[in-house]
């Protein structure tokens, strides 16, 4: 499977051709046979290189791209290519829950301020009645919400500190098999020094 | 007792809510003088506008027509004459209400040396002279206490004492005595007459109650926002 989640098989390029070729359906090849037309022909979708330790893969991929049909991408090149799309993508969507808990929280605390806010109608009215300036009333509201946000962060941060290491002994558990990060299969298959791929 | 000068004086003051079929006139060409030293009772049936004129003479409420006057500053003619009535209302005037409206989250001096703090006095002077209200009104040992542990009657008198901190010369009051006692209403108006007398103020007090009739100096009653007697 490769890193897109699609199924993927690696092999020579000479099994490849002859998987398409010697292994076509048996009705093709007796159309053949008779002279009805050719056995379809070989197609190559990528073929993966692997250079000499030292070899120049810049000046490879720029001689392959000589070609215009052709697009050679070294393996710096696929990592790009993977962070930018799959990485990516993954932590687009990490990063998405974040910002749902944060729009959230932050409609929950609105909500909250408000309705202690409107249940001080009172007093705010009684401070007004004494000549309290308008920013005193705002002041103390701020306050209140601040002392609030102080409190929830402060316990926030320590339910993490007190619950970090659970999750991180589960993170371990779950990469030893193999369900949660693909980094070990990253790094063998983009081991080799270079990878060159295109269209023969 | 020596009456001084008009502290509040409302002329043809005129207030309705809505309009068409819905308006209600609260008040109707209302004049009333009030003099510096005068403890004063409105009296009337509900509805007859004794709050309203009680809101219109303290800021509160924009009066519909007419012209008021404080302490000989024009507020009010046709249109307010101050953009600062905030201001106006913690220097000059002083409410009490029929329940006491302390500040739950501060102490009783706490409650008392705020309207010093929101005048600007430095913070110790004010607590001193929150201090010296309390133990004058005989509270002074309820200081440090909130008002949720404070029995009625300490409260109205921890209000009464927050009303007079910096020295307002016109005292609004809204029925001060509902919630207290016979013994305690009687000992309430009388500190507060001696309050007016001691800092030359007025005091305007909406009340239904007959037993302290004896100790306003006038009963001013109002009928469907009219003054009737005086």
């Keep these: 499977m490769n890193s897109g989640g699609d199924p993927a098989v690696y092999m020579t390029l000479a099994d490849a051709m002859a998987l398409q070729t010697e292994l076509a359906p048996a009705d093709q090849r007796v159309q053949a046979a008779r002279g009805g037309g050719a056995v379809k022909s070989a197609s190559v979708a990528a073929v993966i290189v692997r250079v000499q330790p030292g070899a120049d893969i810049e000046l490879l991929t720029a001689t392959l791209r000589q070609w215009k049909h052709l697009a050679a991408l070294s393996q710096a090149d696929q990592e790009e290519i993977l962070l930018a799309s799959v990485v990516d993508k993954a932590r687009r969507q990490i990063g998405l829950f974040p910002g749902i808990l944060l729009t959230v929280s932050a409609v929950v605390i609105a909500l909250i301020i408000y309705t202690m806010t409107m249940e001080k109608l009172k007093q705010i009215a009684t ?74 | 007792m020596a009456i001084g000068d008009v502290l509040v004086d409302v002329q043809g003051v005129a207030k309705h809510f809505g309009e068409g079929e819905t308006r209600v006139d609260a008040l109707r060409q209302v004049d009333l003088q009030v003099r510096a030293g005068e403890v004063i009772a409105l009296l009337g049936p509900s509805g007859s506008g004794k709050t309203t004129l009680l ?98 009657g300490e409260a109205q008198r921890v209000a009464i004492a927050r009303a007079l901190a910096n020295r307002p010369r016109i005292i609004l009051a809204d029925e001060p005595t509902a919630a207290l006692d016979s013994k305690r209403a009687q000992l309430v108006m009388d500190l507060l007459r001696k309050l007016a007398v001691e800092q030359e103020a007025c005091i305007l007090t909406v009340t239904h109650d007959e037993k302290i009739f004896d100790r306003f100096d006038r009963l001013v009653q109002l009928r469907d926002g009219r003054l009737v007697t005086e």
């Design chain 1, 127 to 200: 401070l007004k009645l004494i000549g309290a300036p308008d920013r005193t009333i705002i002041g103390l509201i701020v306050q209140q919400a601040l002392i609030l946000g102080a409190s929830g962060w402060s316990i926030g941060l320590a339910l993490i500190l007190l619950v970090r290491t659970a999750f991180r002994a589960g993170w371990c558990w779950s990469r030893s098999t193999s369900a949660c990060w693909p980094a070990s299969s990253l790094s063998s298959a983009w081991s080799p020094a270079a990878w060159a791929c295109g269209p023969r």
């Design chain 2, 55 to 152: 809101n219109v003479i303290g800021c509160i409420l924009d009066p519909s027509a007419g012209r008021v006057v404080l302490d000989g500053d024009p507020v009010f003619d046709g249109k307010w004459l101050r953009s600062d009535l905030r201001r106006l209302r913690l220097d000059k005037i002083g409410f009490i209400f029929q329940s006491h409206n302390l500040l739950p989250f501060l102490t009783a001096e706490e409650n008392v040396a705020l309207v010093l703090d929101l005048v600007g006095w430095p913070s110790e002077k004010g607590r001193e002279r929150a201090r010296e209200l309390l133990d004058y009104l005989e509270v002074g040992h309820r200081a440090p206490v909130k008002p949720a542990l404070l029995s009625g």
